[in-house]
């Protein structure tokens, strides 16, 4: 089965920084990668998400992250954050069958002005 | 357009008392999910459906019983609630298209006294 692993529980950066979350995932023949913020007592919202192609993926919020196969990472990363950018973010690899989540524990940015 | 809609937000109970919590989607998703979100340990799925009058267990079923009568509805219910039931539970669906991203609903915060 598929596993997840986010280094980082916590990762405090100031303001107009540039932030790497890490992921790393248990490999797999063919995978498909996730993630998502979750802002202050809301759900969860997608960020943007590998499922082939390039493997440089642009999200929202100006977020991108990039799918390395040979070591199983896929890093989330912002040249520059904002106040607004302070959440929690999860990776997620999608299961083969039938097509389930598998979410990491979460890695919880703040942003210091 | 509402997306994903949880019932009821908040929720206090004692223990040994029963509950449902609803979740319903207006986006015709076949696909829908219930996770629980613990501190440190992220989102852990508890049941998920595929299609109406369909469900699985997940990662965490024991305690928690699930129906999808509706395509737009799926229930989760404690049949006995438990301490170790508190936590905050996150409906998703999502369409029956490979490997989509999941829409979540805002969450239910369950105390279990």
């Known amino acids: 089965a598929q596993s997840v692993t986010q280094l980082d529980s916590q990762v405090p950066v100031f303001e107009e920084a540039p932030v790497e979350l890490r992921c790393n995932y248990s490999s797999s023949v063919s995978v498909y990668l996730f993630w998502y913020v979750q802002y202050p007592n809301q759900g969860l919202q997608l960020l943007l998400k590998y499922l082939s192609g390039s493997t440089l993926v642009k999200g929202i919020n100006g977020f991108e992250a990039e799918f390395n196969k040979s070591q199983t990472s896929f890093h989330l990363r912002k040249p520059s954050v904002h106040i607004s950018d302070t959440a929690e973010y999860f990776c997620a690899v999608s299961d083969t069958v039938p097509d389930k989540l598998i979410f990491g524990t979460g890695t919880r940015l703040q942003v210091f002005p | 357009n509402a997306g994903v809609t949880q019932t009821p937000k908040f929720r206090v109970l004692k223990t040994g008392q029963s509950m449902t919590l609803l979740c319903a989607q207006d986006m015709n998703h076949e696909y829908m999910y219930w996770y629980r979100q613990d501190p440190g340990m992220g989102l852990r799925l508890i049941h998920y459906s595929v299609g109406e009058g369909t469900t699985a267990k997940g990662e965490v079923p024991d305690g928690y019983n699930v129906s999808r009568l509706k395509k737009q509805n799926f229930l989760l219910g404690l049949e006995s609630a438990a301490p170790s039931q508190t936590s905050v539970y996150f409906c998703?669906?999502?369409?029956?298209?490979?490997?989509?991203?999941?829409?979540f609903g805002d969450g239910t915060r369950l105390s279990i006294l």
């Open positions: 998703a669906s999502r369409p029956g298209f490979l490997n989509q991203p999941q829409h």
